[in-house]
């Protein structure tokens, strides 16, 4: 798995001891190291000079050589093995660096299938003493939120599994110019199967450090880059242009939901009760009294109108269409009404007698043009049903 949650194993920042160390030969602190070079165990003079270093005071085994003794002290890792083989570790480092660029170190342990590598995972720990004597070396740990972290691959084989380990390191030397440095030793630990953590040490390197313009013969100052534009959150503005937009979606969703709220399919108004034709015609007839067109000489004229008014009720009131009959139809119909009308030759009698005032051009007097409205209204007021309003008699066919 790779992109674990943190950046440095707990291990590689807590064994860290600052404690002063004779250094071996490069025989006794183990195998030299190439671009990819593998790490055996360390020699019995290495771990003296382990168990010197964990004391406090430097001191050397008798087998020691001269050379070993004026080695320059630095931060030693104490391997812990226990029981059980040496899991095999390779270590590769660029040689050359760049002041302030990070430099790879890749790390790859062969070890059982039931073994894990770095158990506890990936965390920096800047306040261990081992952190602040890598610092004091001239190395550095990015920061986990850079985007520089250390990962870890784990990759199963036929001989076993195979743990690669990339730990990035910011190179911060000192001193400007030309640098070499020594990374010192750092602890990985493994987790057996049988629950038991072991530490291995990986081996010291050193790393010749350039400076960013050290190809530059006589680099001098640049000048200050050119001013960029920048931008201004300008927060309120922002609020009320949104408020702004939101008011203007709202109220045109208000005024689509108010429109299609008008367009919505109504119901018709429920019909007017309609008024017994006898109250229209007598009402019509108060009418056209008070008009009193016999006084202005218009006596044919009154007196159709009259004839007008009987033959438009008699239609609304016998269910037939009274204007649009002739006298004979209209008294055929009336006939044929069930129970008989009483006053039906009274009727028609004054229908005839309308006749003879529209086709025969007679002029009525005075008298006649009253007494034709009594008579209508006298006509009106004998048909009105008594027993039962309203109702319509029956026709016999």
Not at 52 to 73: H, M, T, W, Y
Not at 312 to 328: K, P
Not at 355 to 361: H, I, M, P, W
Request: charged residues 20%; hydrophobic residues 40%; contains cysteine.
């Amino acid at each position: 798995m790779r992109g674990l949650p943190a950046l440095l194993l707990t291990a590689l920042a807590a064994s860290f001891v600052h404690a002063p160390l004779a250094r071996a030969d490069a025989g006794t602190a183990g195998a030299a190291t190439g671009p990819l070079g593998d790490a055996g165990p360390p020699s019995p003079s290495a771990a003296a000079a382990v168990a010197a270093g964990a004391g406090g005071a430097p001191s050397l085994d008798a087998g020691a050589a001269p050379a070993a003794a004026e080695a320059p002290r630095d931060v030693t890792c104490q391997e812990l093995l226990g029981d059980g083989a040496r899991p095999r570790l390779s270590e590769r480092l660029p040689e050359r660096g760049i002041a302030g660029h990070t430099i790879v170190l890749e790390l790859g342990v062969d070890h059982g299938a039931g073994e894990r590598v770095l158990p506890g995972g990936l965390h920096v720990d800047t306040t261990s003493e081992g952190s602040k004597a890598l610092e004091a070396a001239g190395f550095v740990l990015p920061h986990p939120d850079g985007g520089a972290g250390p990962t870890l691959v784990r990759q199963a084989h036929a001989d076993g599994v195979r743990t690669t380990l990339e730990i990035p390191l910011l190179l911060l030397p000192s001193k400007p110019g030309r640098q070499e440095l020594r990374l010192p030793p750092l602890p990985i630990s493994i987790a057996r199967a049988s629950g038991a953590v072991v530490t291995l040490c990986t081996q010291p390197h050193r790393v010749v450090v350039d400076d960013p313009i050290a190809n530059e013969p006589n680099a001098a100052p640049h000048d200050n880059p050119s001013p960029e534009r920048q931008l201004e959150s300008w927060t309120l503005a922002r609020r009320v242009a949104e408020g702004v937009v939101a008011a203007l979606l709202a109220l045109a969703l208000g005024a689509l939901l108010l429109r299609l709220w008008q367009r919505r399919p109504r119901q018709p108004p429920p019909p007017q009760p309609s008024r017994p034709p006898w109250e229209s015609a007598l009402e019509a007839l108060e009418r056209l009294r008070l008009e009193r067109l016999p006084e202005l000489g218009r006596h044919a004229e009154h007196y159709e109108r009259v004839a007008h008014v009987m033959r438009a009720y008699l239609g609304e009131r016998y269910g037939y269409d009274g204007l649009e009959s002739t006298t004979r139809e209209s008294l055929g119909y009336l006939r044929r009404i069930s129970p008989s009308i009483s006053v039906l030759p009274e009727l028609e009698g004054f229908l005839n007698d309308a006749d003879l005032v529209k086709f025969a051009r007679l002029t009525p007097t005075d008298g006649e043009c009253q007494l034709a409205m009594s008579r209508a209204e006298a006509l009106v007021r004998r048909t009105i049903p008594g027993a039962a309003p309203g109702t319509t008699p029956e026709v016999q066919p």
